[in-house]
Each structure stands twice: as structure tokens, then as C-alpha cells.
């Protein structure tokens, strides 16, 4: 299935010009990312549970009431351009269009719960969150800081990239292109304040990259053999060859069209110590060992859904268990590639303790000869405990949990 962000990503969007492709990003993502407050505003004003309306009529009222409630789209323009779509998507369902938004339009949003007597019920309203995550997040974090990771990850997150080291003239054209930046707190990450960074990525001499993934990457590089375990899109593998030239990154990825654009982004980096293996890392065709392991599990992605809002929606509870089984396994097959003295980084974009801090213990206690070990001094900044993790609502991007251990 296709995400939002593939088909944002996609030809025809590409094609738009850029204030068109701006506006389409945020009604896509920013409805998505609102659709809490927004279905709590139409709840007032449709005659029956949301849940009853039907899917395509309701994704086309919540675009709708986004443009009102969010955007500086005069409320006439959003009320006729949304009837004019229903007529091509749901005729029948047009009038109906029509009048709850007029109504919203005349009327305004209703008042959210407040926050402090009504915690769960405003985090599923204004916090924009399915019920069963509010439910794990107020009972995990307490009312102010799961109202906190919530707020956070109703903004749009930070871009974050990095300039190509293999390229002298990479900060010289960055800055002829109108681009402005910050270094953040991970060496050699930058925070976007102006400017963009399609056709300078393009030509390889920029990756956008969140400045969590660029610390995953920093305390995995190692010299001489490094597998990167779970290579795609290939980020993380540009930086460990990046970070030590005279290492050997070995990047798997079992997927043929995404091990394809991975040695594509390889040479367009230049970056000519990455080898791009086609393999699953749950059965890794490998008989030597190596002095670094950076698995970066498949997981739920429910760290990352400020910038990816439609996981929030689509997340079970029940993937929770699903993926930590799987990143369970994934551990246990790729820890015996790793020699003695060598250093194992397990990462997810999740901060849900099952894919994280839960998973990482139970392997700790199954396998003695591997301890957590500390980072640079800097990664005390993203100190959780014995491991690290990014957050939202202190850190601004996505929030990944982070453990690294060396085998004893």
C-alpha cells in the first residue's frame, strides 16, 4: 500500500509547482495530523457518528474543515472547492458537504476538554490521538507529558540534513542555493531554517536526514567491518562510511526495488566504501564476523508520527507485540555476527517500551557477554537510563530509542 509520503513524493506531485506542492503537502499531512480536533469540531455538527459517514465522504469533510479551521484559505474558497470535489468523488453527498461545513463556517469550532479534568478525553480531541495510544501514553507518561508528546507531535518536525563530506564544494553551493541552517546537537546536523533541499539532494550533495537517525548512525560508526543490518533508504549507511573512510559498511536490504534505490543513492553519494548486499538479515549469508552490528529493527513507527501522521491512524495495538517478536528474532540471528570487543546498536522510531528499553533488557539478560556501554560525551543530551532516546516534545524531530552494547 502507499503511503501518504510515497505519494507525496510521487511524479505527479513532483511536477506541481512549488506553492502548489506546499499547499497539497500540508492538506494531505495536515489533516492527517489534525484529524483529532477536526473530527471533534464535525462531531457537532453531523447527524450521526462520524463512524457512520461514509470513509471517501468523511476524508473529503475533514480536508474541508482543515482549510477552515487551520489554513488561511478564505472559508468560501474551502466551502466550495470541498462541495466541487464531492460532486466528483461522492455526488450524492454533496449537500451534506455543503452544509456542515457552512455550518462550521457560521458557528466555529467548539471547546476542546479541558486538559487538567479531562485528560484522555482532550487527548483524543486537541491531542489528535487514537484512543488506545492516549490510553498508553497517559498511563506511561502521566497527564503533562503525554499532553506534552502529543502538542509535539502535532507540529510539523524540524528538517534536519546533512552536507556531503565527499564533496569540497558541498557547503559553497548549499549556500548559493539560498539555503540557511543551524548546527544541531549532533555533530554535523543541521536544522533547515530557509531555503529547499530537493534539487541539491538530487545532486548528491545534501541528505535530509532526522537528527535522531544521524545519532544512530554516529554511535555505530566503527572502523573496519560494519554491517548495517537493515540498510534502506540507506541514510544510515552513507554516514557510517561517512564517519570512518576506511571502513567496510555492508548494507543488506531483501526488497529488489528498494536494495535498487539504495545503490542508486550509494554512487550518487560517492561513497565508495558501502558494498549493497541483497539479504535478509534474518538469515544474513555471512561466515566472518564483524566489529560492528547496526540493526535498525523494522518497528511500529509511532515515534515518528509528527512527521508521518497517518501511522497514528493505522497502528494497532496488537503490531506492538507482532514487531517485537520480529525484533526479538532479528537479535538473536545477528548478535553471532559480531566479534568479541564489538559493538551492537539496536535502534527503533518508536518509544513504546515493547520495541525499546523491554526488548533490549530481556536480550541483556539472555546474553551475558553483551553490556550497554556510554557514547561521546555529547549523546548525554539523549540519555534515557543505561541507553538514549530522541523525543518530540524535548527534542523537536522524531523519537528513537537507541542501546549500545559491546560483546564481551
Known amino acids: 500500500m502507499t503511503t501518504p509520503a510515497e505519494a507525496l513524493a510521487g511524479r505527479e506531485a513532483d511536477a506541481l509547482a512549488p506553492r502548489e506542492r506546499d499547499l497539497?503537502?500540508?492538506l494531505v499531512l495536515g489533516t492527517l495530523r489534525r484529524r483529532g480536533p477536526i473530527d471533534h469540531a464535525l462531531g457537532c455538527f453531523v447527524d450521526r457518528p462520524l463512524k457512520e459517514v461514509e470513509p471517501d465522504l468523511l476524508t473529503i469533510l475533514r480536508l474541508g474543515a482543515h482549510q477552515i479551521l487551520n489554513l488561511r484559505v478564505p472559508a468560501y474558497a474551502a466551502v466550495s472547492q470541498t462541495v466541487e470535489l464531492a460532486r466528483l468523488q461522492a455526488p450524492r453527498g454533496a449537500g451534506f458537504v455543503n452544509a456542515v461545513l457552512r455550518r462550521l463556517v457560521r458557528e466555529g469550532a467548539p471547546p476542546v476538554p479541558d486538559p487538567a479534568r479531562e485528560p484522555l478525553k482532550w487527548l483524543t480531541s486537541a491531542g489528535s490521538l487514537p484512543e488506545w495510544l492516549a490510553v498508553r501514553w497517559l498511563s506511561a507518561l502521566g497527564p503533562e507529558?503525554?499532553?506534552?508528546?502529543?502538542?509535539?507531535c502535532l507540529e510539523t518536525p524540524v528538517t534536519a540534513f546533512r552536507l556531503n563530506p565527499r564533496r569540497a564544494s558541498a557547503a559553497t553551493e548549499v549556500a548559493a542555493a539560498g539555503v540557511a541552517a543551524r548546527p544541531m546537537t549532533v555533530p554535523g546536523a543541521l536544522r533547515l531554517e530557509t531555503g529547499r533541499l530537493q534539487s541539491l539532494a538530487e545532486a548528491g550533495l545534501v541528505y535530509a536526514q532526522d537528527e535522531a537517525s544521524q545519532l544512530v548512525a554516529h554511535v555505530a560508526a566503527h572502523t573496519?567491518?560494519?554491517?548495517?543490518?537493515?540498510?534502506?533508504?540507506?541514510?544510515?549507511?552513507?554516514?557510517?562510511?561517512?564517519?570512518?573512510?576506511?571502513?567496510?559498511?555492508?548494507?543488506?536490504?531483501?526488497?529488489?526495488?528498494?536494495?535498487?534505490?539504495l545503490q542508486r543513492?550509494?554512487?550518487?553519494?560517492?561513497a565508495a566504501n558501502v558494498a549493497c548486499v541483497r539479504a535478509d538479515a534474518a538469515r544474513a549469508p555471512f561466515a566472518t564476523r564483524f566489529d560492528a552490528v547496526l540493526l535498525d529493527a523494522p518497528c511500529s513507527g509511532l515515534g515518528t508520527i509528527g512527521r508521518n501522521p497517518d501511522i497514528r491512524w493505522r497502528a494497532r495495538p496488537g503490531d506492538l507485540g507482532r514487531h517485537a517478536e520480529k525484533q526479538r528474532a532479528l537479535l538473536e540471528a545477528l548478535s553471532p555476527l559480531l566479534r568479541p570487543g564489538g559493538r551492537l546498536v539496536y535502534s527503533v522510531c518508536s518509544l513504546e517500551p515493547e520495541e525499546g528499553a523491554l526488548?533490549?533488557?530481556?536480550?541483556?539478560?539472555?546474553?551475558?557477554?553483551?553490556?550497554?556501554?556510554?557514547?561521546?560525551?555529547?549523546?548525554?543530551?539523549?540519555?534515557?537510563?543505561?541507553?538514549?532516546?530522541?523525543?518530540?516534545?524535548?527534542?523537536?524531530?522524531?523519537?528513537?530509542?537507541v542501546a549500545v552494547l559491546e560483546r564481551g
Do not use: N
Open 24 to 26: 497539497l503537502h500540508e
Open 224 to 261: 573496519g567491518r560494519v554491517l548495517d543490518a537493515c540498510a534502506a533508504p540507506g541514510g544510515k549507511a552513507l554516514l557510517l562510511a561517512d564517519l570512518e573512510r576506511s571502513a567496510l559498511v555492508v548494507a543488506c536490504e531483501p526488497s529488489l526495488s528498494r536494495a535498487g534505490t
Open 145 to 152: 507529558a503525554a499532553r506534552a508528546r502529543a502538542m509535539a
Open 359 to 401: 526488548a533490549i533488557e530481556e536480550f541483556l539478560a539472555s546474553h551475558r557477554q553483551f553490556r550497554p556501554v556510554a557514547g561521546p560525551g555529547w549523546v548525554d543530551a539523549f540519555a534515557s537510563g543505561r541507553f538514549l532516546s530522541t523525543r518530540p516534545e524535548t527534542h523537536g524531530g522524531d523519537g528513537f530509542f
Open 265 to 270: 543513492l550509494v554512487r550518487r553519494w560517492g
